[in-house]
């Protein structure tokens, strides 16, 4: 059961990306009018047409790319952050340690998305706004799971092997720390990446995210919230899409911490 | 300060003060976030204020009356002195005070977010609790699936999906919130508490049921067992009351995605709560607004998880034993 989700997921973030891809130069481009507004599913537009008689495939799969382009590269961003901060705390001298911690845990005063909300309502809501809003916030969760693993990576007999045999901090960091925190960060990221689309679709929602005409799966539920009581169709695509995505990745994250976490297989 | 000493000595004092005290530099933090945040907003609060006539000299005026000609941190001493007396100067749009604009959401986002986390901590104790007893089994795989859906499920697909299900398809609920003296508030609160509850119902479920496998794995619950110890009386007296530690952080944590949510439910449901309140702000530009809301937010998270910490030496059966 375990299995079939992970390698259900695996097929279809694969199919999530090539949609993302080529989704939008298939039949129509996503800011094209192709007819009348709210035009059922049919032969040529083949999720219908939204509020301005646009493409609902096309702007799905563009809102897909906008989502995967945000959701990767802000937590390859907060990655980077966080690799930094956390190993610098966790191998670093004490008073590295307790200074970068202390301003982690300040980041942590902040709940959720709101210290992005703040920043894109006062820079202004853009596509940079939201990438820069997101990547401030992605980063102390992991900062602070990697120090916590660099800590007791540095207890390791290996470590004071090499650390014995003259090994230097940066070889120590780069040949040993490092290469064992790439299976616990790959399941991170997983996670980390659903929880930067769901954050970017929330903003969008709100009508503070990415910015109209650009689609986006928030603002596509958004605006078609205001007609579901004629037709339920424009709304529920962005949904399915959405939801799956965020399942998806879950699965994908918990199905590679099992791979290289023995213990937390069996926690369920 | 015999008193003072007393409690230093006692672990469980001392591990209260050490906790008061990292609340200062907490605040110091998200006050500090705040101002600056506020500071570096675009534009000029006094060329705002005096609108499109102003002249100059209106211009100067106003900056000197809003005492922004002063430097930096005379002004964040005079912002944390003011937000701590509840004031945040006027709105930029409106001639109404921020204070009035937050107070007035204020009370319906505490409304909701209090009943939500109480539906949420009733749920979640309780489908965690049969997960954990009946591991394994098919009301355990319920419980899970119920969990995962929920933290994977937006808010913002949940409430139009429900909307459309019991407000149009089946008529029973209101669409969106109104004030109503006839109907009272509760038929529009339905809705809104459910969806907001979901996510945190759903993390504490997963935390209750971790936990209380955890305990139930214990030496003293098969002693309980041995000695005859009825197996409800195992289960809540020995089991939930041992396994509350974590399930109570987590909902102080829970709490502050129930803040945040209100963005969410309220935009949705047209609520005029805080988070709407600072979604308008955004949309306008009204910095004094976003910046008294995203603090009341943080400030109200901090209390909360304080007051989380603060109750667990209390709920937590070891610690007393400790302590005393």
């Known amino acids: ?268 | 300060m015999v008193l003072l000493k007393r409690v230093l000595r006692s672990p469980v004092g001392a591990q209260v003060l050490r906790r008061l005290a990292w609340t200062v530099p907490t605040l110091v933090f998200i006050t500090l976030i705040t101002f600056i945040a506020g500071d570096l907003a675009p534009g000029d609060p006094a060329v705002r204020k005096a609108g499109m006539h102003g002249g100059q000299e209106a211009v100067e005026l106003i900056r000197e009356k809003m005492g922004l000609n002063r430097p930096l941190h005379v002004r964040y001493a005079e912002f944390v002195w003011n937000a701590a007396h509840f004031e945040f100067g006027e709105s930029l749009v409106t001639p109404r005070a921020v204070n009035e604009i937050v107070l007035t959401g204020i009370q319906h986002t505490g409304r909701i977010a209090l009943l939500a986390i109480l539906l949420a901590s009733g749920v979640g104790i309780l489908l965690g609790g049969i997960a954990a007893i009946w591991r394994n089994r098919v009301a355990d795989r319920l419980a899970v699936s119920f969990s995962t859906l929920g933290i994977c499920i937006p808010n913002f697909v949940l409430a139009p999906v429900l909307v459309y299900i019991f407000a149009i398809w089946l008529d029973r609920l209101p669409v969106a919130w109104r004030d109503d003296p006839e109907r009272g508030p509760w038929i529009y609160l339905i809705l809104p508490v459910a969806i907001m509850a979901l996510r945190p119902a759903a993390v504490i479920t997963r935390l209750t049921r971790a936990s209380m496998i955890d305990t139930l794995s214990q030496d003293f619950i098969r002693t309980a067992y041995a000695k005859g110890v009825p197996f409800w009386r195992t289960i809540i007296v020995h089991a939930l009351r041992n396994s509350l530690v974590p399930i109570m952080t987590a909902v102080g944590t829970s709490l502050g995605f129930l803040l945040t949510g209100s963005f969410i439910i309220e935009t949705a449901f047209l609520i005029p709560g805080l988070g709407s309140a600072s979604i308008d702000a955004i949309r306008k530009a009204d910095y004094p607004v976003i910046q008294a809301t995203v603090l009341i937010f943080a400030v109200l998270f901090i209390a909360v998880n304080l007051l989380v910490d603060l109750l667990l030496p209390l709920i937590d059966p070891r610690i007393k034993e400790g302590a005393a």
Request: net charge neutral.
């Open chain 1, 1 to 268: 059961m375990r299995g079939l989700l992970f390698w259900g997921s695996v097929v279809f973030l694969a199919l999530l990306l090539l949609f993302a891809v080529f989704g939008p130069q298939i039949r129509h481009g996503p800011f094209e009018i192709v007819g009348s507004p709210y035009i059922k599913p049919s032969a040529d537009a083949w999720l219908g047409t939204d509020e301005q008689g646009r493409d609902i495939f096309s702007r799905l799969a563009y809102g897909a790319r906008v989502s995967l382009l945000i959701g990767l590269s802000v937590v390859t961003v907060g990655i980077l952050v966080a690799l930094i901060v956390g190993t610098g705390a966790g191998y670093g001298a004490p008073w590295l340690n307790t200074v970068l911690m202390r301003f982690t845990d300040g980041m942590f005063a902040f709940p959720d998305i709101l210290l992005a909300i703040l920043i894109v309502g006062i820079v202004g809501p853009s596509f940079w706004a939201v990438f820069g809003a997101l990547a401030v916030i992605a980063w102390p969760s992991m900062a602070r799971l990697l120090r916590n693993q660099v800590l007791s990576l540095k207890e390791q007999e290996f470590v004071t092997a090499s650390r014995a045999l003259g090994a230097g901090h940066w070889h120590v960091v780069f040949k040993h720390i490092l290469p064992h925190l790439v299976g616990l960060i790959s399941a991170v990221a997983m996670v980390e990446v659903a929880m930067i689309i769901l954050a970017e679709s929330s903003l969008s929602f709100l009508g503070i995210g990415v910015q109209p005409p650009t689609p986006s799966w928030g603002s596509m539920i958004n605006t078609a919230r205001t007609v579901m009581r004629s037709d339920i169709l424009p709304l529920l695509w962005p949904c399915l899409i959405l939801s799956l995505t965020i399942l998806a990745l879950n699965f994908v994250g918990d199905g590679l911490r099992d791979r290289f976490d023995p213990k937390s297989a069996a926690g369920g």
